[in-house]
């Protein structure tokens, strides 16, 4: 038999045969090691997402045993909420993430992404994933909350350890906690210097917000930050490496992302392979799920990117295609948590593959050095060592 335990390694490598079986023999399967139920199909996750009521955040949406409980608003801020204060939390921010605030940053997230690709115009190897895909998405983010560039790598070194899990366990490393710390003092920081020195950036905005006429406290700002930077860039940066590793497994599909269908590639890419892999849920009644009963307070997990290869509703779902249909995809989630940087990460991933194709033509990725992230919910690399190929230079008019 088959067994899905997010926090190991195999699991990481390759999931997708493991939720295939589920989705056929076990649509509701249950672990008895770490006492959690699994949903995989489609219809199934996509009901989830549609119901708090039924399926609660309330207690977080990890697994890990110090991130789950009526504690985990602490960390995960309006993600361990639900409506109404889940909705009262995400108005605060107002217009920012939303497509109009968006589209106004466009031409700063393609200044970030250039800077970001400037190796690549002398040629040569570059890493994709440490040195660019991963990095793009903090760089924008950073610069929206207020994060100085000069600090900006060590917050990403600290969220890539935030985000570890260790082969087989549940339980945090001491650098993950480390890492967690460090960040939140960081941020304790950040929110003391913008209460003495507003800017105009999102963190003074916050600063100002006020929620039913109340201020938010350092501790609530603090989770916001975690919230945005820790969590909300994550998944970009494993989606746009997975479409490098793809087009590169794929030929046929690299060369066609890099030649013009850049929007195509991180859309299918974004169902075939989301970043997103699992989120958990708290039942609130007892619920019949595939004929079994569940127990007000069981443990679910939503498994998204197993929803995305649900043949039931995408055809030869193994397959990665460019003309695929994409809209039904839920990488993104669905229902009241739907992703609050939804159409920020739509950019970054177009214009992120957009600008690589305008530079490069061809590449090759060195597997025996590439390296994969280990987490319970994202799916993505670390690192993708590669060899480049420049397009030719137009040449000068005389």
């Given at each position: 038999m088959r067994v899905y335990d997010p926090f190991s390694y195999r699991i990481h490598e390759d999931p997708y045969p493991v939720y295939a079986w589920m989705r056929e023999h076990a649509p509701l399967w249950h672990s008895t090691e770490r006492d959690f139920w699994a949903l995989s199909r489609y219809d199934d996750v996509l009901s989830a997402l549609r119901n708090p009521a039924l399926f609660s955040s309330r207690n977080g949406i990890s697994l890990e045993p110090d991130l789950w409980g009526p504690e985990a608003v602490k960390t995960s801020f309006f993600l361990a909420m639900d409506p109404p204060e889940h909705g009262t939390m995400r108005r605060l921010l107002g217009n920012t993430f939303k497509p109009r605030w968006v589209a106004l940053l466009e031409p700063r997230v393609r200044e970030l992404t250039r800077a970001r690709l400037a190796p690549l115009r002398d040629g040569g190897t570059f890493d994709f994933a440490a040195d660019f895909a991963a990095a793009l998405p903090n760089d924008v983010m950073c610069e929206v909350v207020g994060i100085p560039a000069a600090d900006r790598e060590r917050i990403r070194a600290d969220n890539d350890l935030l985000n570890h899990c260790e082969d087989g366990t549940d339980k945090r490393s001491r650098a993950t906690i480390g890492a967690g710390l460090r960040l939140a003092l960081y941020y304790v920081s950040l929110v003391n210097d913008r209460r003495k020195h507003p800017r105009d950036d999102l963190t003074s905005a916050m600063i100002e917000a006020r929620a039913d006429g109340e201020a938010l406290t350092d501790a609530q700002l603090v989770a916001f930050l975690f919230l945005l930077v820790s969590a909300t860039n994550e998944s970009t940066g494993k989606l746009i490496g997975n479409a490098w590793y793809h087009g590169w497994r794929l030929p046929d599909i690299g060369r066609a992302g890099l030649d013009g269908r850049a929007e195509d590639w991180g859309n299918e890419t974004l169902r075939y392979d989301s970043p997103s892999q699992m989120m958990a849920r708290t039942l609130t009644e007892d619920?019949?799920?595939?004929?079994?009963?569940?127990?007000?307070?069981?443990?679910?997990?939503?498994?998204?990117?197993?929803?995305?290869?649900?043949?039931?509703?995408?055809?030869?779902?193994?397959?990665?295609?460019?003309?695929?249909?994409?809209?039904?995809?839920?990488?993104?989630?669905?229902?009241?948590?739907?992703?609050?940087?939804?159409?920020?990460?739509?950019?970054?991933?177009?214009?992120?593959?957009?600008?690589?194709?305008?530079?490069?033509?061809?590449?090759?990725?060195?597997?025996?050095?590439?390296?994969?992230?280990?987490?319970?919910?994202?799916?993505?690399?670390?690192?993708?060592?590669?060899?480049?190929?420049?397009?030719?230079?137009?040449?000068?008019?005389?």
């Open positions: 619920t019949t799920i595939h004929g079994t009963r569940l127990p007000k307070g069981a443990r679910v997990a939503l498994l998204p990117a197993s929803a995305n290869r649900d043949e039931r509703v995408f055809p030869d779902p193994d397959t990665f295609d460019l003309d695929r249909n994409t809209s039904k995809h839920i990488g993104y989630g669905h229902g009241p948590h739907y992703c609050l940087g939804a159409a920020l990460a739509q950019l970054e991933i177009t214009v992120a593959l957009q600008e690589v194709g305008a530079l490069v033509s061809d590449y090759d990725i060195d597997m025996s050095r590439a390296r994969r992230v280990h987490s319970p919910h994202q799916r993505g690399f670390a690192s993708l060592p590669s060899e480049i190929k420049r397009r030719p230079k137009p040449l000068a008019v005389v």
